[in-house]
């Protein structure tokens, strides 16, 4: 099972990229089983290692310190997120020097990377909404449960993990990612940053000639999707405001009599 476990790791993980937003659900599943999963029960340890098999990890990651000038920057942007969206401001946000710009390890806390300093800052805050996004909708134990569904079916781990080594988990892992990319754009938005910056993210990745992922959507594909839905959401603030103009002059009417 470990060769197929290996195999199907680097399959998947393999992609490295661009923002980073690669970094998704992660890490070593192994050795912090989640506590929280969508069926409220633990998966056992077959399904956290099989997990850990479609999730980053924090094998690219080595410890940073605030006399990095890149630390403190991104170290800064983690302390306003916190602020920006006051649901995160107990989330464990831990930045490290990684190859992968973000990361959730194990649906349990996110790594954000000092090489995210060479973004823009409104970049920046949708990298680590992105992951905020991922753990906050559960994403980690939404593959335990696919896990769990597959060994149901099959009832062998190596079968389970060559299933996931031919991409048994990619269609989700898409959803998901997309999912994410959408949350985030609904943060920047509230906390009024501008979306099209994480779209010229993505448009820069699109650019770098790197290898379609597996376990992504391209980078054109997110980046037309980002600005789909700052359309169709500035469209529907402004639905909303005319009908509440439109519904002021009947609303006078009313207080003041005929
Ligand atoms: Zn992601």
């Given at each position: 099972m470990r060769h197929f476990i290996a195999r199907a790791a680097a399959l998947l993980r393999v992609?490295?990229?661009?923002?980073?937003?690669?970094?998704?659900?992660?890490?070593?599943a192994a050795q912090h089983p989640p506590q929280v999963a969508l069926s409220g029960i633990a998966p056992s340890p077959v399904v956290a290692r099989l997990v850990a098999m479609v999730e980053a990890s924090t094998d690219t990651c080595r410890a940073s310190s605030m006399s990095n000038p890149d630390h403190r920057t991104v170290a800064a942007d983690v302390a306003r997120f916190r602020q920006q969206v006051p649901?995160?401001?107990d989330t464990p946000i831990e930045v490290l020097d990684c190859y992968w710009d973000g990361m959730v390890v194990a649906g349990r806390r996110i790594i954000v990377s000092t090489?995210?300093?060479?973004?823009t800052p409104a970049q920046r805050f949708f990298v680590i909404a992105h992951e905020y996004a991922h753990l906050s909708a559960q994403h980690h134990a939404r593959f335990a449960e696919l896990v769990t569904q597959l060994l149901q079916q099959d009832g062998r781990p190596h079968a389970v993990a060559r299933a996931l080594e031919r991409g048994a988990g990619s269609p989700l892992s898409r959803r998901n990612e997309t999912e994410a990319d959408a949350i985030a754009v609904h943060l920047m938005l509230d906390a009024g940053i501008d979306p099209e910056e994480a779209a010229r993210f993505l448009d820069a990745a699109g650019q770098a000639a790197q290898p379609e992922l597996d376990t992504h959507p391209g980078p054109k594909t997110r980046a037309a999707a980002i600005r789909a839905l700052v359309t169709q959401r500035e469209a529907h603030r402004l639905a909303q405001r005319m009908s509440h103009e439109m519904a002021q002059p009947a609303l006078q009417r009313v207080a003041t009599g005929p």
């Open positions: 992609p490295a990229l661009c923002c980073g937003l690669l970094g998704s659900v992660g890490g070593a649901a995160a401001a090489r995210l300093a060479r973004a």
